[in-house]
């Protein structure tokens, strides 16, 4: 009976990784099949190949395995109770090559081993699957390659690589020899579990080179999905010198990276990862099977959307009939059988085990509750399920911090009206900024600015309308004066808290976005801050800057701030409000930033233009108050009279400014920042009821 239900077994297992049996040719390997040095094995699409006891493909010249889609080729174990050892690539020849596509590899002791010293010219993995090695030894092994550097590096490419339902490790030694070059993509590994061993190994193990790391090798869009040392779940573990391994993107479920390197053990080396994201949203087309719940008669299945059940088995695997259901990220099947499942394939692919039922007590009249761990009995008890819908905590945001700096140009906004109504003259403005990120959409800033703002500066940054006059507007007509009458250039300090929303999100882990290269995020923001300001006028100017002479006019006090009873002059701090718009191309944790604010502030005198008269209504008394002015002699010996740039205006009936609006400014910058925070993501209610149950 048990070689009957063997038999049946491998005819299943052949049928549903290759297809028609009858429609292919079948090789059986017995004993050594050795492909000489200069020769090559070649095998066509949907042939299957039959591994007696033991039996090994030992190669020392080519392999060209040319599976397809729809004919894959099939590398199996005649008896998984004393199953075949694999594929061997050995020897060195330069100029011959190992190509397998779309290869299944099942039962095997070791599905592809390099042994030590290998070397090719080239190796081309494309599209293959390796499960059901069950033997605790390295089912994929590429060891150390042979150095000769008469040749150039061996060029090896994995492309798709399906790693699951194994009791056995993957290992790359001596990544980073400068022998070979590795691109390594699409490598997905779920379902696999090792007896307990050390704590640091994990499925995939790669071990560092001692060469000085060859920044040519990849390593992109890995995925991994319960697969567990004992019962710690780690899918990628590093050994080797105290460097870094790079890793483009990563894919992942559960509730922390499977990752062990330099963060749980400093002696290892440090795996620097561009990209981390959920597998479920970032690989919706591969299948991954969350939780299997099982009561008498109904096996609920909670998964991504891609995976289709397709077969449940018993204990002496038969298949069981069953009906099926689907509500949105879950499958439940409903059989009647007295014989209940203990396993279920999924896609045709690979199985997960259904958890077996519980003893029934005859006596009691209690329904059977669903068979949970503690951790799920804490999901259900809290409000979270495996459904997608109810687990939208576990895709949150990390907070971090962001520090930058940032320069542009300043305008001035006030009485002062320029002809076509714009700032016409622009200084600079830098600062600093830190920012830290609240969630996906909010910010908060800290924000250190020094700008200066000016009207008819002949030393500005930017001056435009120079040799058109200025209009001032007093309330009951509209003056034309020479520019030289307002001219002002006030220096600003302010200290500023702010916040940001931002419309799309703002951090590195989106993924929402297709293009790792970068991505652009726009928000808008308002901020308070304090802010430091004192105006000045060059008196004298020529044209050599060293002579310009700047005189604070907030001790001049042009509105008879010096000597009008009840007057006194005004303060030099004042509270800035302030709106602006960000666009940000964000490009891993570098943020190139452009901006534009609109300040507004408490103060009518940043261009030393008040509610006063001009002069106090008293030019001679307001003469009085200055006499270091009134004859002024420069280091080279000119001599200034203070009426040029302060002429005699006579009384007025007007005021200098009738506006209630005080003054403000407007702002354009450019900047550049770096996310300095962790990328790994907080803990949500959910994880932290997982980590407390793993202690």
């Known amino acids: 009976m048990k070689q009957k239900i063997k038999f049946i077994l491998l005819f299943v297992t052949v049928l549903v990784f290759s297809g028609n049996l009858f429609a292919q040719d079948t090789i059986v390997i017995e004993k050594a099949r050795i492909i000489p040095k200069g020769q090559s094995f070649d095998v066509a699409p949907g042939t299957v190949l039959v591994l007696k006891p033991g039996a090994k493909i030992w190669v020392e010249g080519s392999l060209n395995f040319s599976g397809t889609a729809n004919q894959p080729i099939t590398v199996i174990s005649e008896n998984t109770n004393d199953p075949g050892a694999g594929i061997v690539i050995n020897g060195q020849s330069y100029q011959q090559q190992i190509n397998i596509s779309y290869t299944n590899f099942y039962s095997l002791i070791q599905a592809l081993r390099f042994d030590p010293f290998w070397a090719r010219k080239s190796i081309k993995l494309n599209q293959i699957k390796i499960s059901q090695s069950l033997y605790n030894e390295s089912s994929f092994y590429i060891s150390a390659p042979f150095k000769d550097h008469g040749f150039a590096p061996i060029q090896f490419s994995i492309t798709g690589l399906d790693y ?49 790391l060859n920044q040519s090798n990849t390593i992109d869009k890995i995925a991994f999905h319960k697969n567990f040392i004992g019962d710690k779940e780690i899918g990628l573990s590093v050994s080797g010198n105290q460097d870094s391994i790079g890793v483009q993107s990563l894919y992942y479920s559960g509730s922390k990276l499977p990752i062990a390197d330099a963060k749980t053990d400093p002696r290892l080396p440090y795996v620097k990862i561009e990209s981390a994201s959920s597998l479920k949203e970032s690989l919706s087309d591969k299948c991954f099977v969350d939780n299997v719940i099982h009561t008498n008669g109904k096996v609920t299945v909670f998964s ?95 907070p971090s911090f962001e520090i930058g700096m940032f320069t542009g140009v300043a305008g001035y906004v006030g009485d002062i009206k320029p002809k076509f109504g714009i700032p016409a003259c622009y200084e600079f403005s830098n600062g600093i900024n830190i920012q830290y990120h609240h969630n996906k959409h909010l910010s908060y800033q800290f924000i250190y600015n020094r700008a200066d703002i000016a009207s008819n500066d002949p ?51 989106d993924k929402s976005v297709k293009n790792l290269k970068g991505r652009w995020v726009s928000g808008i923001g308002l901020g308070l801050g304090l802010l430091k300001y004192d105006p000045y006028r060059y008196a004298f100017y020529t044209k ?74 008293n030019y001679a008394k307001w003469l009085e108050t200055i006499p270091a002015w009134n004859n002024y002699t420069d280091q080279y010996g000119n001599t200034y009279v203070i009426g040029v740039p302060f002429p005699d205006t006579g009384k007025t009936i007007n005021k200098r400014s009738y506006s209630p609006i005080p003054d403000g400014y407007i702002q354009f910058h450019f900047g550049l920042s770096y996310d300095i925070g962790n990328p790994v993501k907080p803990q949500s209610k959910l994880q932290k009821f997982i980590n407390k149950y793993k202690k």
Not at 469 to 480: A, E, M, Q, R, V
């Open 304 to 398: 991504s959307s891609a995976c289709s059940v397709s077969a449940l088995l018993d204990s002496a695997e038969n298949k069981i009939p069953y009906t099926v259901s689907r509500n949105k990220d879950s499958i439940t099947l409903s059989y009647n059988s007295k014989n209940p499942p203990i396993k279920m394939w999924m896609n045709e692919l690979f199985w997960v085990p259904v958890p077996v039922l519980p003893k029934i007590d005859t006596l009691a009249s209690a329904p059977i509750k669903p068979i949970e761990t503690k951790v799920e009995e804490e999901k259900r008890a809290h409000g979270f399920w495996a459904d997608s819908s109810m687990l939208k905590d576990l895709d949150l945001f990390k």
């Open 459 to 509: 030393t500005a940054l930017f001056l435009a309308y120079s040799s058109l006059p200025f209009y001032l507007d007093d309330g009951n007509t509209i003056s034309k004066m020479p520019s030289h009458r307002f001219n002002f250039r006030t220096k600003l300090m302010s200290f500023e808290l702010g916040t940001t929303y931002y419309f799309n999100r703002y951090d590195k882990n």
């Open 164 to 212: 699951f339902n194994n009791n056995a490790s993957a290992f790359i030694e001596d990544y980073g020899n400068n022998a070979i070059q590795y691109k390594l993509s699409g490598l997905n590994f779920y379902e696999n579990k090792l007896e307990k061993s050390d704590e640091a190994f994990g499925i995939l193990n790669i071990e560092k080179s001692d060469d000085k």
């Open 544 to 617: 050599y800057a060293d002579q310009i002479q700047w005189i604070s006019l907030r001790e001049m006090g042009t509105e008879g701030q010096n000597f009008l009873p009840g007057k006194s002059r005004y303060g030099q701090y004042a509270i800035n409000f302030n709106l602006h718009y960000e666009l940000n191309f964000c490009y891993e944790r570098w943020k190139f930033k452009t901006e534009l604010r609109g300040v507004i502030t408490s103060t009518n005198y940043l261009d030393d233009i008040g509610e006063g008269y001009t002069y106090g209504n």
